[in-house]
């Protein structure tokens, strides 16, 4: 997706969002105002908060789309996550702040005074709401970001608040049961909880997630479809913002390749992965592989069956037997599901050295940034 395209998607989506919220808070400012309603009238800050989001949408994207200098040479993008946790943050607050009201009117109730005007307009403004969020919520999971999914969240959880306010002015009206207080507080700690959970997502990104399974295959199977590549191994992917990855990985060739072809080939692989993925490569590591030697063929495939019967073994690669200094080297892929990585390694490659007593090892403990 082109950078142009999804900054304009993004500004479009939260320009709406700010006009629509700040005519429903207008509408239930006055609704809250003339009903001496409490949760109208939190519903309304709640939409102001709303577009506030909105703006910070709108800065965020507009700082991320800075180019590269000499202080980030990765360029902005990060920003975008720092927007969503301040979206995420003004969500936790509304919650709480809207609790701590709620529990206010517990201890010291006011008697609502509600129209069927006043009910008509906040039922309007749930079905508004209803349909800005899942818009928003779908042009963020579209353009992939985290602040305009955010606030389509947000958005969804005020037509829950607005709908509750609905209900408990319909009580209210018929039957003369004021339990809007009540309700509201039950909301907010629903918003609490929404909030928190929008904290962690968002800081997850920036703490370093492993690499997206359907973009960490696309891109291996890109490279291995290059002439000589045997296979592609860790690969890894730093996040640099939406849409924003460096990284590196390693490719199996044969060792009869000359440092002019490997030279070819790395620059090739760097060219087609940026192409086809939008990603840039900043490194390509060399494995070789045995090409004619029939025992280290066969060596290769006992290390292989040895090494499969730990659980924790998720494969090896980078193998590679030398004769003349009677050495085998390979790495070993262990999955984080084991208490000790190292000792299971290690576990690993003593079982190994029994079988080959002859032979030298060098074995690395490798991981998979894509691991489930």
Known sequence: ??????????????????????????????????????????????????????????????LAGKQPDKKHPFGHGRVEYISALIIAGLVLYAG?????????????????SYSMISIIIIAVAVIVKIVLGLYVKKSGENVKSDALV????????????SSATVVAAILYVAFGISVEPYLAGVISIFIIKSGIDMLRETVSPL???????ELDEEIKKTVRSFEGVRGAYDLVLNNYGPNSHNGSIHVEVPETY??????????????????????????????SYNTSDKEAVEIRKRVTEIASK???????????????????????IISFDAKDRRAECAKVSK????????????????????EI
């Open 207 to 213: 703490l370093g997630e492993r690499n997206d399974l």
């Open 96 to 112: 709480i702040t809207a609790l701590i009201e709620s529990v206010k009117k517990i201890i010291s109730p006011e008697e609502p």
């Open 310 to 332: 730990n659980q924790y073994v998720n494969g090896v690669h980078g193998f590679y037997l030398n004769k003349e200094e009677k050495s085998i080297r390979f790495d070993l």
């Open 351 to 370: 079982e190994i050295e029994k079988e080959y007593p002859d032979y030298k090892l060098y074995v690395n403990m490798d991981t998979d940034f894509s």
């Open 258 to 287: 000359t440092a002019n072809e490997i030279d070819k080939l790395i620059r090739d692989i760097q060219e087609q992965v940026y192409i086809k993925h939008g990603v840039i490569l900043t490194a390509v590591g060399i494995y």
């Open 1 to 62: 997706m082109e950078r142009g395209f999804r900054e304009k998607k993004i500004i479009q989506t939260s320009v709406i969002g700010i006009i629509a919220n700040i005519l429903l808070a207008g509408f239930k400012a006055v609704v809250g105002f003339v009903s001496n309603s409490v949760a109208i009238t939190m519903d309304a800050v709640n939409n102001v908060t709303d577009a506030t989001s909105s703006i910070i949408t709108i800065v965020g994207t507009k």
């Open 150 to 161: 955010n606030s389509g969240k947000d958005a969804l959880f005020d037509a829950i608040i």
